[in-house]
Each structure stands twice: as C-alpha cells, then as structure tokens.
C-alpha cells in the first residue's frame, strides 16, 4: 500500500467513522416515540440520561445501547485494518457523536460511544471506565461527576497495561470527553449541578 493509499484510507476512516458517530440515536428514537423536541428537555442533551429524564425507560435502554454501539462497531469495522486505523476510527467516532454535523456540531457528551470504544479495543479497558462511572456515580449521585473519573482514571489504566497507541488514543478520548463536560464542570463547581435520581431507574 503506497502513500496515498494510506492517505486515502485515513481520510475515508476518519470521515465514514465520524459520520457514523453523528447518527443522533436518542432524537431518533424519542421522536419516534411521540416527544418532540428532546433538546427541549432536562440538559438539553441528546444522550441516554437525558432520554431517562423523559420517563421512557426503554428509549433511554435502547438510546445507550446504540450510542456504545456506535463506538464499538466502529472499531470492530477498522480493526482489519490494523490498529493504527482503529484508532483513528475510535477518535472520530467519539468526535461525531460529540459534534454531529446533522445537529450543527451540538451533540453528546461522548460517554456511551467512549464505552463502546473502549470495549472494542480491550474489555478490561472498558470494564475501568464503566465500573469507574458506577462507582463515583453510586456515591456522588453525579452522573458528570463519574464520567469526569471515567474519563481521567481510564487513560492510567491504559498507560499502565496498554500498547502505546491506545494508550494515546484513550488520552484523546479522554481530553475530548472531558471538553464536553466544560458546562457540568462549572455547575459542579457552583453546586447547581442536576444529581441522579435511583427512582428513575
């Protein structure tokens, strides 16, 4: 494979991942569902606990298994590839379902597509991350709070036991996801950040 092929090969990954990533699942599915406007909603955000806060338990079941869908998919596609190019493919991905084009760049905050990824590329990478988010969301009652955790343990995981490629790809992820959390980290600050509610469950 010449130079241009792989160029070719990075490009058409990086932009069929990230296009797969934009796939908006919870809109998707909570417009089929009869609710209008899921933006209107709680945060506002097109994820699975925001889908929870409707009162639909399947849509929100079903919203999160689609979007950890999304990232693991995406890996398992570009892993023929080689490592390199999953990589690439677990980065954008986790980019579109964050900053869709079809919903002007205003998307997710990448969680459930990171833990598809993470899983995709090593279950004990993706064990971290979700038992991590169980574990400070259990105490905290703050589902940003845990995948803030998430999202800062993982990468030591990684750096620890990992290859150095994933090791980075997961700081990137990381970096990303943490990004997102921008807003929820500044209402943590100032306590007005929204707790879970168990009953919702």
Known sequence: ????????LIISIALLSYLFGSIPFGLVLTKLGGISNLREIGSGNI??????RTGRKGLAFFTLVLDIGKGFGAVIATSIFGINYAMI??????????FPVWLKFKGGKGV????GVLIAIDW???SVF????????LISRYSSLASLFAFILTPGYAWWSMDAPIFYTSCIISVIGIYRHTENIRRLISKEESKIR???F
């Open 1 to 8: 494979m010449n130079v241009g092929d792989n160029f070719t």
């Open 130 to 137: 979700i038992i991590t988010w169980i574990i400070v969301g």
């Open 47 to 52: 994820g699975a606990t925001n889908v929870l």
């Open 89 to 98: 493919a677990s980065i954008f991905v986790v980019l579109g379902h964050i």
């Open 198 to 200: 168990l009953k919702s």
């Open 112 to 115: 459930a597509t990171a833990i």
């Open 124 to 126: 004990a990478l993706g």
